[in-house]
């Protein structure tokens, strides 16, 4: 009896040495959380980011002096955002601006895989195109389309750069039942919240 305890304790132990790990792909699991909320919709990101006006984020953004580039891309960013007359939510981190969330409202979209597809491609024409009027260049990492029980989502994902400067950004779009949601990410740390989105999209 004891050999028996013995072996199922070995094999117990041995077993959780092959389980699953959490998944690098946002390094998520380092931070600690802050949850937000937009339209009834959960959505974490990482603890400090805190809800941020258009005009605090411009004033915030004047202390860029060294990173006029970037300055100017976020600008840009900001200024397609209120453009498309949406509602919209900004936060951003208080230790950097240069890590900001927008979170707005989009027309919902019936995807398929081929449908997404046409997205994503006019999302990244849309970037290279702003990319050359900036002069910052932007390398796709990836773009991809996945499903979950209540959602779909499109993501699309680039390397932006300035000479020696570079930064992360990232932009989903979720459709559900609920209505579209969309998200546009700029990071230093490469943390696309990937595991945040797919929670929230599940829900």
């Known amino acids: ?37 937009f339209r009834n919709n959960t959505i974490v990101l990482t603890s400090g980011y805190s809800k941020t006006s258009p005009e605090e984020f411009k004033n915030r953004l004047d202390s860029l002096e060294n990173k006029p580039k970037f300055k100017k891309v976020a600008l840009h960013e900001l200024k397609k955002i209120e453009d498309k007359k949406v509602d919209f939510e900004l936060f951003v981190d208080e230790n950097n601006v240069e890590n900001y969330v927008f979170i707005y409202t989009c027309d919902f979209y019936q995807f398929d895989e081929h449908r997404a597809a046409r997205v994503v491609a006019a999302l990244n024409d849309q970037l290279q ?75």
């Open 1 to 37: 009896m004891k050999k028996i305890l013995l072996l199922l304790i070995v094999i117990l132990i041995v077993g959780c040495e092959f389980l699953p790990k959490e998944s690098k792909f946002s390094n998520f699991s380092k931070f600690s959380k802050n949850t937000i909320e």
């Open 129 to 203: 195109d702003e990319s050359n009027v900036q002069e910052v260049k932007y390398k796709r990492i990836h773009g991809r389309f996945f499903f979950t029980p209540t959602s779909k989502v499109v993501k699309l994902k680039y390397l932006k750069a300035y000479k020696k400067d570079r930064k992360f950004q990232t932009e989903y779009i979720v459709a559900s039942k609920s209505g579209g949601i969309g998200l546009l990410i700029s990071n230093l740390e490469d943390i696309d919240f990937e595991s945040s989105i797919k929670r929230f999209a599940s829900k």
